[in-house]
């Protein structure tokens, strides 16, 4: 017998053959007021007006359609042309969920809450610079890269924070050597790499000398042209801007081009500048630009920076500075938005890029760790940040703990479950769940619940939007769909 | 805004669908949802929590409604496949484990 299908096999379906279709679990939401938003379940999308997904729901879409075609294509449904359909669906659910299974890459060790500078935003309490009743110890930390080497990931990302992490460089290379040294004598060594975040006004030779002997990775902030930044950045000498730009170009010539990032805070100030900040990044030679809302913790909440723009005037800035990096690609400069790409990589491709925010099952703890000056550890970067506010909703127990311990916490547990977009109401139905995430500790802070209501929730209001304005973007401009595939390529 | 009445043909509208259409229009309105099964019909009692359209608040709402009906319709056909999907995508993968059985030591 042929293992061949029949040339008939291959021939159009008939008009008459439209209802011989079965459905395949998709969900569909309104992207304007004549079409629709449709997403299966590997995130997949396509456009349809009503007309038409209401033939495809009745069966009555006849085979001849163009969007038979494409809904066939991107497992919308299955016909005698596509049974293969579940089974590709399948392989693209699994690979898109494969970090589930490999648990916790990314630890975070708080080095110390102090720093030398005193921005207004600053989303955790910092101290003098003289205390160093504020810094880890070796025996935390000695805990702490146990606990980081008992993940099941085999790739292990430790990441430097503070406060200003320099100002406890000794620990900083206490925990590196450190765990390099216990890595090796694990049965199965794990990939390790270290990053720092710095502000890098306090980088010296023998700082840069020690990264680049690890390759560590700097990651910075630049809040945009100099006025700007030294306004949102106050340090002793005003020179903060000065500061982190020889930062950047010392790092870039002792450890490389692309071993340092910047990262950007909005803040009232930046809403009327966003082509003024983008251009800086352009001109100190970064490659792209993560435009970053506030977030609702720490000194953004008591100095009322948080509040000081609402979610309208954050998008505006957002999509202004989005349509200003399209038209520069359009002229020919190579140049991205960071949180697009993210999300496109996850709307395009059957990859999860893994971004915090942006996961269900939550990232907390999932995705990253954090191990805090003293020795409790919390759920994510965030989770701390609500405790310097005195909530601990989020500490997972302290580095004393056993890994099991630690990861069966019962309110972990329930706020991953309650929050959990597949089956949490609304997000259940939305055609964006795909490539949105559960975020329980933003929720939790804003209205005590870790699912979150969504009608009233800046999260899913911001997400909202920024998911359309993608996807309106790419089906009007044929020029952005093959931009942003390239954004989702690189990711 | 004054209270208003709505009411949905239960022949046509699952109640299921009328109280996630009602439940997206929270931050609007809130509601009381009661099913008349003599006359099949669900009945809707509006309370606008703003001085918003009403006739724009009707529209969405059976649009809504309609849409959620049409959910329904997509996740009852879809539900075998879904969980056949689901059920081969985490296979072999550890994260499915019997019920009662302890998560895998790390190592």
Redesign the interface.
């Known amino acids: 017998m042929s293992k061949f299908q029949p040339v008939a096999f291959y021939s159009k379906q008939p008009e008459s053959a439209s209802a011989q279709y079965q459905l395949l679990p998709f969900r569909f939401t309104q992207l304007d007021g004549s079409r629709y938003v449709a997403t299966n379940i590997a995130g997949e999308y396509t456009i349809l007006d009503h007309p038409t997904l209401q033939a495809f729901v009745d069966h009555k879409l006849p085979a001849t359609d163009p969007a038979y075609v494409t809904l066939r294509a991107r497992h919308f449904l299955s016909d005698i042309h596509s049974q293969m359909g579940p089974d590709f669906l399948a392989i693209k659910v699994r690979t898109r969920h494969e970090r589930l299974a490999q648990w916790t890459g990314l630890h975070i060790f708080v080095l110390t809450l102090r720093c030398e500078h005193s921005c207004p935003y600053c989303q955790v309490s910092r101290q003098s610079e003289d205390k160093g009743a504020f810094d880890m110890s070796q025996r935390h930390a000695e805990r702490g890269i146990t606990l980081a080497l008992s993940s099941p990931n085999p790739n292990i990302k430790i990441e430097f924070q503070g406060g200003e992490s320099f100002l406890n460089f000794d620990m900083m290379k206490f925990i590196v050597e450190t765990a390099i040294a216990w890595n090796a004598k694990l049965p199965q060594p794990k990939n390790l790499s270290f990053v720092a975040a710095t502000n890098l006004a306090i980088i010296t030779e023998e700082m840069l000398e020690f990264c680049s002997a690890y390759g560590m990775d700097i990651s910075t902030s630049l809040d945009g042209p100099k006025d700007l930044h030294n306004k949102n950045r106050p340090r002793p000498g005003k020179d903060s801007y000065e500061r982190t730009i020889a930062g950047i170009d010392l790092v870039r010539k002792r450890l490389g081009r692309d071993k340092v990032n910047a990262l950007m805070t909005t803040t009232l100030a930046s809403l009327p500048q966003v082509t003024d900040i983008v251009d800086e990044y352009l001109a100190q030679g970064f490659k792209g630009i993560f435009l970053r809302p506030l977030s609702p913790y720490g000194f953004a909440i008591k100095t009322k920076f948080f509040r000081a723009y609402n979610a309208e005037q954050w998008l505006k800035f957002y999509d202004d500075g989005l349509d200003y990096i399209i038209e520069l690609n359009r002229r020919g400069v190579d140049f991205r938005e960071h949180y697009a790409s993210t999300i496109l990589t996850k709307m395009l491709t059957s990859q999860d890029p893994g971004y915090v925010d942006l996961m269900s099952p939550a990232g907390i703890g999932l995705g990253a760790v954090i191990y805090n000056y003293d020795g409790t550890v919390y759920a994510s970067d965030e989770a701390r940040m609500l405790a310097e506010m005195g909530d601990t909703t989020f500490k997972l127990g302290t580095v004393e703990d056993s890994f099991e311990t630690l990861f069966t916490n019962d309110t972990f547990l329930t706020a991953l479950e309650d929050s959990f977009a597949y089956s949490s109401p609304q997000c259940n139905d939305c055609a964006f769940e795909p490539w949105c995430g559960a975020d329980p500790v933003f929720h939790w802070g804003q209205q005590q619940d870790f699912a979150g209501r969504k009608w009233e929730s800046e999260f899913c209001h911001r997400n909202m939007h920024i998911f359309r304005g993608l996807v309106s973007r790419m089906e009007n401009d044929p020029f952005v769909k093959n931009l942003f595939a390239q954004w989702a390529n690189r990711c | 805004m004054a209270q208003f009445t709505l009411e949905f043909d239960a022949k046509s509208y699952s109640l299921l669908a009328i109280q996630?259409a009602c439940?997206?229009?929270?931050?609007?309105a809130s509601f009381e949802i009661t099913q008349i099964t003599e006359l099949s019909s669900i009945q809707v009692i509006v309370s606008p929590r703003t001085a918003s359209n009403k006739e724009t608040l009707v529209q969405n709402l059976r649009t809504e409604a309609l849409?959620?009906q049409?959910?329904e319709?997509?996740?009852a056909?879809?539900a075998g496949?879904?969980n056949?999907?689901?059920a081969?995508?985490?296979s072999r993968?550890?994260?499915i484990q019997q019920d009662g059985q302890p998560?895998?030591?790390?190592?």
């Open positions: 996630k439940h997206r229009h929270s931050g609007q849409d959620q049409m959910r319709v997509v996740r056909e879809t496949v879904r056949l999907i689901l081969h995508a985490f993968t550890g994260l998560p895998k030591k790390s190592v």
